[in-house]
């Protein structure tokens, strides 16, 4: 089974509308980390967050928010007035204790592709 | 710079021609993964390094092979590629596994094409 879900394949807005990005995620342990990535069309990853289990404060960095919620296993993130050099691929992805103590696997939704047009 | 470099960035091959993507950290990382990504499946895992000689499979392992002879490089071996081994890499490093603490940074990946 997948553990993280990006049910969203592809979304288009128009400039300035606002935009969320969904990410629904499964795990068996108490402690885990998400993370959110950007991939421009560039090609190369850029970290946007990373937000551990224990902290389920919402978070705001100028336009962008996300929204953790454990009760519904989400990891959300949106854009507000969103832009033309927000067009990316976003990936949500988890890290987890699954196969013992070894904490440097790191497993990522399948990616959601933006597109905002001017 | 702190950076992971990876070489080459493009790559067209054949099919059986071993080659080797390297890869390189100048952080002084303990933890280096490499990562297949393909359309609609996203980012997979395919080897990862805890330390110097310390390696364990990802999820998607097999056609590959890795070594961690150095803390700074962990090459990525593909003894007889495949045209399902088409894909672009990415390396990463982390200072520790924990991913929380010391996220992951990224190469700027490789596309590899096997004909």
């Known amino acids: 089974a997948q553990k993280v879900t990006q049910a969203q394949t592809e979304i288009s807005v128009v400039e300035k509308e606002d935009v969320t990005l969904d990410c629904v995620y499964e795990?068996?342990?108490?402690?885990?980390?998400l993370f959110w990535y950007k991939q421009p069309p560039s090609g190369e990853l850029v970290f946007l967050i990373r937000r551990n289990s224990f902290d389920e404060q919402n978070e705001i960095s100028g336009r962008y928010s996300w929204n953790f919620q454990k009760s519904t296993s989400s990891f959300n993130f949106t854009i507000t007035a969103s832009q033309v050099v927000d067009s990316a691929v976003y990936f949500c992805?988890?890290?987890?204790?699954?196969?013992?103590?070894?904490?440097?696997?790191?497993?990522f939704g399948r990616g959601t592709q933006l597109t905002v047009w001017p | 710079e702190a950076q992971v470099t990876q070489n080459p960035r493009y790559l067209i091959t054949v099919t059986g021609k071993k080659l080797t993507v390297t890869c390189s950290q100048n952080?002084?990382?303990?933890?280096m993964s490499w990562y297949r990504q393909d359309p609609g499946l996203g980012l997979r895992q395919i080897y990862y390094s805890m330390n110097v000689e310390v390696t364990d499979k990802g999820d998607v392992p097999e056609g590959y092979k890795v070594s961690r002879k150095e803390k700074r490089n962990f090459p990525l071996i593909l003894e007889s590629p495949s045209p399902n081994q088409t894909s672009l890499y990415f390396c990463?490093?982390?200072?520790?596994?924990?991913?929380?603490?010391?996220?992951?940074?990224f190469g700027n990946g490789t596309r590899l094409t096997v004909t």
């Open positions: 990463a490093s982390s200072l520790w596994g924990d991913l929380y603490n010391s996220p992951l940074h």
């Open positions: 795990t068996r342990d108490t402690t885990y980390y």
């Open positions: 952080m002084n990382h303990e933890y």
């Open positions: 992805a988890l890290s987890d204790l699954d196969r013992g103590s070894t904490l440097g696997r790191l497993y």
